[in-house]
């Protein structure tokens, strides 16, 4: 792997499986990288994501709450006081209980009449609710308009929607809350809510009172009645016994008489006294509740809410890149580390060429049909762009040591860039002075051949085709100071098959290689493998080249199996056009 450590790309070991397996774990650094990588796709989502969050605060109204609170407790009669001695403790669901009468229709209904809420539009039934239906339309009705009940019964249906009622806490205290878009309004609802339940809580006591004195002034008449019975059975039967002799069955009947009327006015003198202390106190068991916070105008609206909504459009955007980068990494799994080529093919990884057309804006295509820009070539072979192709020609050099090394540059798919490295390495052998020999063997058209724009009509295929001797199709390029052989003429309607056979390709290199150093191939793409296997047999040295966050994972798999036939002269992968980093790609993960 070639490690980017003041600019040098090299390695001198091959990594280790433990490595390899390094390079799966998620790391910081790899979390970054992955964020680097996919920067254009996040800023686009939070931009959308803000975007929509500023609309909808734009576009979405103003809402105020006003908030009142009232105390619920118990208020005994002094009868139930003397006759059980204290309160008995008040249940929580009784505070519940008075939560849903807050909320009931019939307190709500009270309160859009007070105010005729009917009248405001905030309250007023919506289209879709007064709109007839489809045939009615169809047919040209006009649906009846709602009389005022239907209309007050939606305004309390409103009222209803924007009121909560909640307990605070274990206390006896509740919290009431109303929701409106005017401020004003909020607050005259919220105060209208709690004083309409106190008064109901008020009404209920007087009438429950109303009702408990009427039942007692009935029931003292019914006692006094009794009472006076019983009184005028006693002095009837006592004025009898009297005037006859008294027997001991008289005795009886009269104790039993003077009991009864004992017991009689008893229980009309303690009737009477509840009575009393009813009317008196006017006071029976009942639940009451009283203000002890009064609603004002709220100052500020509740929502929207801006820091929530931008907060949550910033966590949105974030999961939502996350998810993005999860998916591109686990559906396209592309190369973009130097261990991970490592990890999948199995070949070292002999550079990372950092993407050096992106750093300087040129489009590597520009002006050519192919994947190869003259202009970009020979800028990159420049200081201090050429070290990266010094270092991967000394990892080359290293592996071939005869005295002309044939190396073959090619790629999983077409544009990959291996006509660039294949130019920028025999720019950097010439510069070694070395006498340099540069083949296009991509004879599909396009490349080195149509980049360079050589004026000779002859080339590879005439060659192989005996058509011409091959010093007779080589040109030299002054300008870079090496020989190139171009691809030839396209007009043949054979197939490359028929050209690029084992022996035909044996006896050619046998020819070049003692005028030359060095002789450099740009085969076609492993996909065309036909031509490819064709040159193994003559090759001393094959680079594969692999464009990072392009080309898939399973593509670079199937290409380094479709290599194995010479598997020994596989030199390794070059993963090229990485995106440039402070320090090497091959520390990153993700």
């Known amino acids: 792997m070639l490690k980017l450590k003041d600019e040098a790309f090299f390695r001198s070991e091959p990594s280790s499986a433990g490595s390899a397996k390094a390079s799966n774990l998620v790391t910081l650094a790899s979390i970054l990288g992955a964020i680097r990588r996919h920067k254009k796709s996040i800023v686009v989502i939070f931009a959308i994501c803000l975007g929509a969050a500023i609309a909808y605060l734009t576009v979405a109204p103003s809402r105020y709450t006003a908030s009142t609170s009232l105390m619920i407790d118990t ?88 009121l909560s009622v909640k307990r605070v806490g274990l206390s006896y205290v509740l919290d009431l809350r109303y929701v409106s878009r005017s401020p004003i309004r909020a607050m005259q609802i919220a105060n209208a809510i709690a004083n309409a339940y ?24 019914e006692l006094r009645e009794q009472t006076i019975t019983a009184d005028r059975t006693l002095q009837a039967f006592k004025a009898d016994i009297n005037s006859a002799a008294t027997s001991a069955e008289a005795q009886v009947t009269l104790r039993n008489l003077e009991s009864t009327v004992t017991a009689t006015k008893s229980l009309y003198d303690a009737y009477l006294q509840r009575s009393i202390d009813t009317a008196q106190q006017q006071d029976v068991p009942m639940i009451e509740a009283r203000i002890i916070k009064t609603a004002s105008v709220p100052l500020s609206p509740s929502s929207p809410n801006f820091i929530v909504i931008l907060g949550l459009a910033i966590v949105g955007a974030g999961c939502l890149s996350g998810l993005h980068i999860l998916v591109r990494q686990g559906r396209i799994q592309t190369f973009d580390t130097a261990d991970r080529v490592e990890a999948a093919t ?26 190869f820009d003259l202009t970009l070539a020979r800028s990159v072979g420049d200081a201090p762009f050429d070290r990266p192709f010094r270092q991967l020609k000394l990892e080359l050099d290293t592996r071939c040591r005869d005295t002309a090394c044939v190396v073959g540059i090619t790629s999983s798919l077409p544009r990959e860039g291996k006509s660039l490295i294949a130019f920028n390495l025999a720019l950097t052998a010439s510069r070694s002075h070395e006498r340099v ?39 030299r390029l002054d300008a870079v100071d090496f020989d190139f052989l171009p691809s030839g003429s396209q007009g043949s309607g054979r197939s490359n098959a028929a050209f690029f056979n084992q022996s035909r390709l ?10 030359y150093h060095k002789i450099y191939i740009d085969l076609p793409s492993v996909h065309e493998v036909i ?38 002269i596989v030199g390794g992968v070059v993963l090229n056009r990485a995106r440039p980093q402070g320090r090497s790609l091959a520390h990153e993960g993700l």
């Open 506 to 515: 044996e006896v050619l290199f046998k020819q070049l290689r003692p005028h």
């Open 437 to 475: 020999l540069l083949i296009d063997a991509a004879c599909r058209g396009g490349g080195l051949s149509a980049a360079l724009d050589v004026s000779i009509q002859h080339g590879l295929r005439d060659v192989l085709s005996g058509q011409v001797a091959a010093t007779d199709a080589v040109v």
């Open 531 to 568: 031509e490819v296997k064709s040159f193994m047999a003559c090759l001393d040295e094959v680079l594969l080249v692999v464009e990072a966050d392009r080309t898939q994972t399973k593509i670079v798999v199937e290409a380094a199996s479709a290599l194995s036939g010479r598997f020994d």
């Open 346 to 371: 199995g070949l070292r990884c002999l550079g990372v060429l950092p993407d050096h057309a992106a750093r300087r804006g040129i489009n590597i295509a520009r002006a050519t049909r192919g994947d």
């Open 75 to 162: 208020r005994k009669s002094q009868i139930i006081r003397t006759q059980f001695g204290s309160d008995p403790p008040l249940d929580a669901s009784i505070i519940e209980s008075q939560a849903e009468i807050i909320k009931s229709d019939d307190l709500l209904m009270k309160v859009v009449k007070e105010y005729k809420l009917i009248e405001d539009p905030e309250f007023a039934p919506q289209s879709e609710d007064n709109r007839g239906s489809f045939w009615d339309s169809w047919l040209g009705q006009v649906p009846a308009p709602m009389n005022t009940e239907a209309l007050e019964r939606t305004a309390a249906f409103v009222v209803s929607k924007n």
């Open 198 to 221: 106190t008064n109901g809580e008020t009404e209920a006591r007087y009438d429950a009172t109303r009702k408990a004195n009427s039942w007692l002034k009935e029931r003292l008449a």
